[in-house]
Structures are given as C-alpha cells and as structure tokens.
C-alpha cells in the first residue's frame, strides 16, 4: 500500500524550533519529487515547500523562506521539514506530498499532488 | 501571485442531483489546474489534473473542464460520499502553487 506517514508535530512556543518526518512506504520514493502543504485551522491549503528527488532542485513559499528547511534521505525513505524562528501563522496542520511529475521534454511537468499523508498538527503558542 | 477565486462558497444540493462548481484564475493558467476533494479530518485527494483528466481510481461523475481563467468541476450525479470540501490549485506558475479558498458542498 502507498503510504506517507507524518510525525513531529507539537506545540512550541513563538520563535522556538521542530523539526517534521513523513515516512513513505509502498512505491519508490527515491523516483519522486516531494512537498509539504499546510493547513491553519478552519481555513484553506497552502503550499510550502518542494524537494525534487535528488534534492537537487528546492523551493519555498515566500512565508517561509529562510525559516524552513526541507530535505529528504531517499536511503531511509524519509522527508523533512526542519522549521525554525516559529510565528503564530505557522500554526497548521502539515501535509507531505508525492508530486505526480514527469519530465516533458527535458522540462519538469508537476500535475498536482497525488498521495498525501494524514497530517501532523504544529502548534505555535506562547 | 496568481489568486484562485472558488464560487459559490457553500452548495446545498441533495444526493442524485448535478453540482457546478467553479473556479477563477487573476491570470490565464492555460489548463493548468488541478482540483481536490478533502473530507473533515482527512487530507486531500486529487481528482482531476490538467483541467479535465481524472486521476487514477477517480470515479467518472466527476469531470472538470476550462482553460484560461475559468474552469468547471461537474460531479454528474452526488453520491452520498462526495459531500466534501472542493479546492481548485493552478500549477501555471510552478512551483509557486496556489489553491483556491475551497467550496464546500453539503446537503441539503
């Protein structure tokens, strides 16, 4: 079965630190690109962060550019979003995601986010 | 930024019938749209990519359609399980990816 397990979700307090785990199992995860997307309470989906699958190519939503750091161990079959200098906009629920990808023409086509996990809730408050 | 406006916010139909809903792009996306189904407590599921191709195991009532900057999502014929909340997301301006504020479908 495909699967994304996240983890490490908590509360912190503002300006504090946590660092997110999505484990994947049932597919190669090496061969895919990957995101994390979040959702504050009660309201929509916001993208964050992109990690090809060589972790050679990496991108950020303005909100969180040089806060977060997202990486991958395609050997544990595992990524990650370390998150640092928290705000109380940060809280949400985080999603990882595999890209559904392909290279078209020697250029990268993402059509959308086909498996995601259940979410682990990050909580930053004082 | 390009800004994904979703109407209407909430739609009140009864299963059986026809739901239309809609999303409109602050700029031309070409086809590049995508739409999700997320239900309370769960994350979200892509159904269509590209405007109007089903993802897979997707069931075929649900059909999207559009280019530029409006686009349609049609589910033919509500199940009891399509009751959910709707997001449209544009990949035009890859990868700073942006959804919309969702509509969420309830009945009546």
């Known amino acids: 079965e495909v699967q994304l397990v996240e983890s490490g979700g908590g509360l912190v307090q503002p300006g504090g630190s946590l660092r997110l785990s999505c484990a994947a199992s049932?597919?190669?995860?090496?061969?895919?690109?990957m995101n994390w997307v979040r959702q504050a309470p009660g309201k929509g989906l916001e993208w964050v962060s992109y990690?090809?699958?060589?972790?050679?190519?990496?991108y950020y939503a303005d909100s969180v550019k040089g806060r977060f750091t997202i990486s991958r161990d395609n050997a544990k079959n595992s990524l990650y979003l370390q998150m640092n200098s928290l705000r109380d906009e940060d809280t949400a629920v985080y999603y990882c995601?595999?890209?559904?990808?392909?290279?078209?023409?020697?250029?990268?086509?993402?059509?959308?986010?086909?498996?995601w996990g259940q979410g682990t809730t990050v909580t930053v408050s004082s | 930024e390009i800004v994904l406006t979703q109407s209407p916010a909430t739609l009140s139909l009864s299963p059986g019938e026809r739901a239309t809903l809609s999303c409109r792009a602050s700029?031309?996306?070409?086809?590049?749209l995508a739409w999700y189904q997320q239900k309370p407590g769960q994350a979200p599921r892509l159904l269509i990519y590209?405007?109007?191709n089903r993802a897979t195991g997707i069931p075929a009532r649900f059909s999207g359609s559009g280019s530029g900057t409006d686009f349609t999502l049609t589910i033919s014929s509500l199940e009891p399980e399509d009751f959910a909340v709707y997001y449209c997301?544009?990949?035009?301006?890859?990868?700073?990816?942006?959804f919309g504020q969702g509509t969420r479908l309830e009945i009546k």
């Open positions: 995601a595999r890209d559904a990808g392909d290279y078209v023409w020697g250029s990268y086509q993402s059509y959308g986010m086909d498996v």
């Open positions: 049932g597919f190669t995860f090496s061969s895919y690109s």
């Open positions: 990690i090809s699958s060589s972790s050679s190519t990496i």
């Open positions: 700029q031309s996306v070409s086809s590049y």
């Open positions: 590209d405007a109007s």
């Open positions: 997301q544009q990949r035009s301006n890859w990868p700073l990816l942006t």
